[in-house]
């Protein structure tokens, strides 16, 4: 078992104005944020970086082909600053007069490829989101939310739902709601604690219970790749870590051209079926774990093949030391595989041994 401190991450730094309590709050936002944006591509020969006029010295504006101008966002401007292969913090630094020279040169003469991607935003002003190469598939943080809000409703009062404290109900409320979102990428993190899955023989020979969540995460602008991951657990504290974690499987889709229809032929299904899904399901998938004996002359290369020979005598040792006996079953190394991830501090690899012991779950199923 481990902890997940992807979503009190998320908690401890999001500021009040990107913390939604309700899935249909979110799900709105962002329906007023794709009616109000466009997206183009555009040769870069046909757009110009200037200073603003209102604010020549320090503001910046993208003119287009239609002489319409848009400042760029924070991102956005390191964006640009990226395909013109300046560096984005000294710019930010400088005049924008210079600045703009320094971004159209790079536009004009150092990129191979002429077209770029912008999106546009005009709500009162007009406002330049994302600068991407020609080919970038976004996803549209609106459509994901309809999914979601089509199976589970607000978030808030369904069996999918903002984590309690410590397995116990809350109000949900912009302190503790765990629905995040930026002009930058969304994050969200819902479970079910109320139809809790029984666990015969889950740690030192006693039964548990653990829940169901869920988290899922997307950048409109470029920010990040799409992913949803799932796994098991006890509880979530005030802090929104999730405790005593288990069985994470991670999907990750890069926005290629083909992103989003990956969303929809690949990760929408896997989640309404994870969503729908029955705890009898995940109950009889730890049960096939914990039949699926390891005979002791085989574990050491069945470690080995997954893990590699370097991990193969401290996955046994942390098994033993926490469960008081030797590995026996898949299950076991499930335990022993996730318990020993919590010792790696780089989240990249801590995650990548949680998905292979989860894969084991699955072999045993």
């Known amino acids: 078992m481990t902890t997940l401190m992807k979503a009190s991450n998320q908690w401890a730094t999001r500021p009040d104005d990107e913390r939604f309590t309700s899935l249909f709050d979110m799900r709105n936002h962002f329906h007023n944020v794709r009616d109000k944006s466009a997206e183009r591509v555009v040769n870069v020969r046909k757009i110009e970086a200037r200073p603003d006029p209102a604010d020549p010295h320090k503001g910046f504006e993208i003119v287009g082909p239609a002489g319409n101008g848009y400042a760029p966002t924070h991102w956005a401007f390191g964006q640009l600053a990226q395909l013109a292969e300046a560096p984005g913090g000294y ?9 703009a020279d320094c ?5 004009k003469f150092k990129r191979n490829i002429e077209d770029v991607g912008l999106l546009l935003y005009k709500n009162g002003s007009s406002m330049l989101r994302a600068a991407t190469g020609p080919k970038y598939g976004r996803i549209w943080n ?9 199976r589970i409703g607000d978030g808030v009062t369904g069996e999918w739902k903002v984590p309690g404290e410590f397995g116990k109900a809350v109000t949900v409320t912009k302190d503790n709601t765990t629905l995040y979102a930026s002009d930058r990428d969304m994050f969200v993190f819902l479970c079910d604690e109320e139809n809790r899955i029984e666990v015969p023989n889950r740690r030192n020979g006693k ?8 988290f899922l995460w997307n950048s409109e602008v470029g920010d990040k790749t799409f992913g ?36 929809i032929d690949e990760v929408t299904p896997a989640l309404l079926a994870y969503a729908n899904s029955s705890s ?15 005979a002791p002359d085989k574990l050491d290369a069945f470690l080995a093949s997954r893990f590699g020979k370097r991990l193969v005598d401290p996955i046994k040792m942390v098994h033993t030391v926490e469960e008081g006996r030797p590995i026996e079953t898949a299950w076991d190394v499930t335990t022993a595989v996730t318990a020993y991830a919590r010792g790696i501090a780089q989240t990249d690899k801590r995650l990548e041994l949680e998905r292979a012991a989860g894969d084991i779950m699955k072999l045993a199923a």
Request: charged share 20%.
């Open 91 to 99: 710019l930010r630094t400088i005049p924008a007069p210079l600045a």
């Open 228 to 263: 949803l991951g799932t796994f098991l657990f006890d509880y979530v504290c005030c802090n929104r870590i999730v405790w005593g974690a288990s069985d994470y499987t991670e999907i990750k889709i890069r926005h290629t051209v083909s992103a989003p229809d990956r969303w």
């Open 207 to 214: 039964s548990g219970s653990m829940a169901r969540g869920f």
């Open 280 to 294: 009898k399901s995940v109950t009889d998938g730890i049960a096939a774990a914990q039949a699926a004996m390891i």
């Open 103 to 107: 971004i159209n040169y790079g536009l």
């Open 142 to 150: 609106a459509d994901i939310l309809d999914t979601l809000t089509r």
